[in-house]
T-cell receptor
Framework: KAGVTQTPRYLIKTRGQQVTLSCSPISGHRSVSWYQQTPGQGLQFLFEYFSETQRNKGNFPGRFSGRQFSNSRSEMNVSTLELGDSALYLC????????????FGPGTRLTVL | DQQVKQNSPSLSVQEGRISILNCDYTNSMFDYFLWYKKYPAEGPTFLISISSIKDKNEDGRFTVFLNKSAKHLSLHIVPSQPGDSAVYFCAASAVGGGSQGNLIFGKGTKLSVKP
């Protein structure tokens, strides 16, 4: 099976712009979670989608949003970008059962100038 | 407030010796714990997990120990190999809440295994 894929791998934006990142989960996986990794804060949970519904949400401002499509692919959007949003954004997928292992994609490196 | 803490940012070990990576947590609702390994420019890779009903889980060279009373878990790698050099993340989840989709990660420990 192909692994989790994320596009684009690298992105440079300027403050105030918005950005959309995409994640394609492993075939058959219905749950997609998003994480932000920064040097200072480590890996922090953004949100989880299961069957097109947001099932869990982390402690991030409303500028961060996401959605999931019927084919389980997911997008996350960040509006009004700030310098502090520069990070590696990772998505992970599981079949959806609570004890499933999360499998991570390679991440999208976002740089905000 | 950090719910999962890895107090050692780095660890250096000689090849062939044991590597012990430690992790502490504060939330007593956590009932599922995982270790991930991460190389630069790649996503984290799952290594091993343990449920709170167990105190030990072993998989080849990797063993995870859980001490619930101390809210402490550790990852033992024996014997350590140069290819094990990576950043190791401890993660926890409250599965009983219905979803494992929300993992709480520690900040990681960078392991260097020297030949």
């Amino acid at each position: 099976k192909a692994g989790v894929t994320q596009t684009p791998r690298y992105l440079i934006k300027t403050r105030g712009q918005q950005v959309t990142l995409s994640c394609s989960p492993i075939s058959g996986h219905r749950s997609v979670s998003w994480y932000q990794q920064t040097p200072g804060q480590g890996l922090q949970f953004l949100f989880e989608y299961f069957s097109e519904t947001q099932r869990n949400k982390g402690n991030f401002p409303g500028r961060f949003s996401g959605r999931q499509f019927s084919n389980s692919r997911s997008e996350m959007n960040v509006s009004t970008l700030e310098l502090g949003d520069s990070a590696l954004y990772l998505c992970a997928s599981t079949p959806g059962v609570s004890t499933d292992t999360q499998y991570f994609g390679p991440g999208t490196r976002l740089t905000v100038l | 407030d950090q719910q999962v803490k890895q107090n050692s940012p780095s660890l250096s070990v000689q090849e062939g010796r044991i590597s012990i990576l430690n992790c502490d947590y504060t939330n007593s609702m956590f009932d599922y714990f995982l270790w991930y390994k991460k190389y630069p420019a790649e996503g984290p890779t799952f290594l091993i997990s343990i449920s709170s009903i167990k105190d030990k889980n072993e998989d080849g060279r990797f063993t995870v120990f859980l001490n619930k009373s101390a809210k402490h878990l550790s990852l033992h790698i024996v014997p350590s190999q140069p290819g094990d050099s990576a950043v190791y993340f401890c993660a926890a989840s409250a599965v009983g809440g219905g979803s494992q989709g929300n993992l709480i990660f520690g900040k990681g420990t960078k392991l260097s295994v020297k030949p």
